[in-house]
């Protein structure tokens, strides 16, 4: 009897058992998700005009469920217009135009948010962040684009910025790639507003990579980016190996009477990698002797702009060499190099008379907006708006003017003492 007594309670505790880790294993399906955190916080100020908002969860979400009607920002009760974005667990909301000045936002995840299983939020996510007075740097345009297909598998890829960077900020750490979780190894650099990220080695046919910059990279004032940027690509199936080549240049080999303060211009077959266009491989020669000049790149065009006027009928030369690659890596075959003679004279335009306006630096009607730090010379001039449309320059005030420790001379506005 003892024994049957025994049998029965440990039938019955295994019972009690089953049923509570089949409970539990219920309660972790059934689990809704959470938001984790928000980029601005919660009460966050100062909060720069171009923000990306973001919002991480604690688990994956279903992408189709996060949209402008789950993901909003609110100016009081006006929408404010913009994409969602999701990536990993993050999801993204990117503004159609900065927002205002010192102002206070509300944003909102609904219950319209899923996770994979189709679990929603259990309740809303609302909170608020305050504006502040400027704009941070932003990512204009990456190579390769966002979504693209059939992507060559030594592709280099490129990030363009809206102004400089502190270089020592655009690293293996905020400029990363990856496929899937797995992170790809790479050499980063920077230069001339554009990031380059070369992977160590060729990359895996047909598969589908992440590239971010992060929040961590920083302008020349210490401003970080707006937000992370993510864009993704897709490889195909080869590597590009066909090399670039000079499409044309202007002046035209054995040109004459060049204008004196003439811009020289090379365009290539397809677009290059940035860092192999500079001073080093586009030079411009006068005999023996080598012309100071800035070089600058966009799209597949390089320019040559000469430090000062060239000389009179003087013949030149300029030259691209192998160094200069494309975004595969691939070298021009060999040296491109070409010879013009100049004119005797260099065009200008004519002297535009400003009037009284020619007094000052900055003249505007509406509005002078400052991203600190500035150095101006000369008088800065606003009417028919009020000195409070003077943002950006702290400005110490003096019967009729301003000043400021950013600019050398004096700050004018329609509502002081005339000057």
């Given at each position: 009897m003892k024994i049957k007594g025994l049998l029965s309670i440990f039938a019955i505790a295994m019972v009690v058992l089953m049923s509570g880790c089949s409970k539990d294993d219920d309660n972790d399906l059934n689990q809704s998700p959470t938001v984790n955190s928000s980029d601005p916080g919660n009460s966050a100020t100062d909060?720069?005009?171009?923000?990306?908002?973001?919002?991480?969860?604690?688990?994956?979400?279903?992408?189709?469920?996060?949209?402008?009607?789950?993901?909003?920002?609110?100016?009081?009760?006006?929408?404010?217009?913009?994409?969602?974005?999701?990536?990993?667990?993050?999801?993204?909301?990117?503004?159609?135009?900065?927002?205002?000045?010192?102002?206070?936002?509300?944003?909102?995840?609904?219950?319209?948010?899923?996770?994979?299983?189709?679990?929603?939020?259990?309740?809303?996510?609302?909170?608020?962040?305050?504006?502040?007075?400027?704009?941070?740097?932003?990512?204009?345009?990456?190579?390769?684009?966002?979504?693209?297909?059939?992507?060559?598998?030594?592709?280099?890829?490129?990030?363009?910025?809206?102004?400089?960077?502190?270089a020592s900020t655009i690293n293996a750490s905020s400029y990363t790639l990856k496929d899937g979780e797995t992170v790809v190894e790479g050499e980063v650099s920077y230069s001339e507003m554009v990031a380059t990220f070369t992977p160590a080695n060729t990359l895996t046919p047909g598969t589908v990579y992440t590239a971010m910059i992060s929040s961590d990279a920083e302008n020349l004032a210490g401003m970080a980016l707006a937000g992370n940027v993510v864009w993704s690509f897709t490889t195909g199936d080869v590597s590009d190996d066909i090399e670039p080549t000079v499409a044309s240049a202007s002046p035209q080999n054995d040109a004459m009477d060049v204008e004196r303060n003439t811009i020289v211009e090379v365009s290539f077959s397809e677009e290059m990698d940035p860092l192999s266009i500079n001073t080093s491989t586009f030079t411009l020669m006068q005999g023996t002797n080598e012309v100071s000049g800035v070089v600058e790149y966009s799209g597949s065009v390089a320019t040559f702009n000469p430090t000062n006027t060239l000389s009179a009928e003087t013949v030149y030369t300029a030259t691209i060499t192998t160094e200069a690659k494309d975004l595969a890596g691939n070298a021009l075959a060999a040296n491109k190099e070409w010879s013009f003679t100049t004119g005797g004279s260099a065009s200008t335009l004519d002297v535009v008379n400003l009037g009284a306006a020619g007094n000052y630096a900055i003249l505007a009607k509406t509005a002078i907006n400052n991203n600190p730090t500035s150095a101006i010379t000369g008088d800065l001039g606003l009417s028919p708006a009020a000195t409070s449309y003077i943002t950006g320059l702290s400005l110490t005030d003096f019967t009729g003017y301003a000043e400021s420790d950013q600019v050398t001379g004096k700050i004018y506005a329609a509502d002081m003492a005339d000057p």
């Open positions: 909060v720069v005009l171009n923000k990306i908002v973001a919002v991480s969860f604690s688990e994956e979400m279903d992408p189709l469920t996060l949209t402008t009607e789950t993901f909003m920002i609110n100016q009081g009760t006006t929408p404010v217009t913009g994409t969602v974005s999701y990536s990993g667990t993050t999801a993204f909301f990117t503004l159609a135009a900065d927002l205002t000045l010192n102002t206070v936002y509300t944003g909102t995840i609904t219950t319209g948010a899923e996770d994979l299983l189709g679990m929603a939020l259990e309740n809303e996510y609302v909170w608020t962040f305050t504006t502040g007075t400027i704009s941070a740097s932003t990512v204009t345009s990456t190579k390769p684009e966002n979504e693209a297909v059939d992507v060559e598998l030594n592709k280099i890829l490129t990030a363009s910025f809206s102004e400089e960077m502190d």
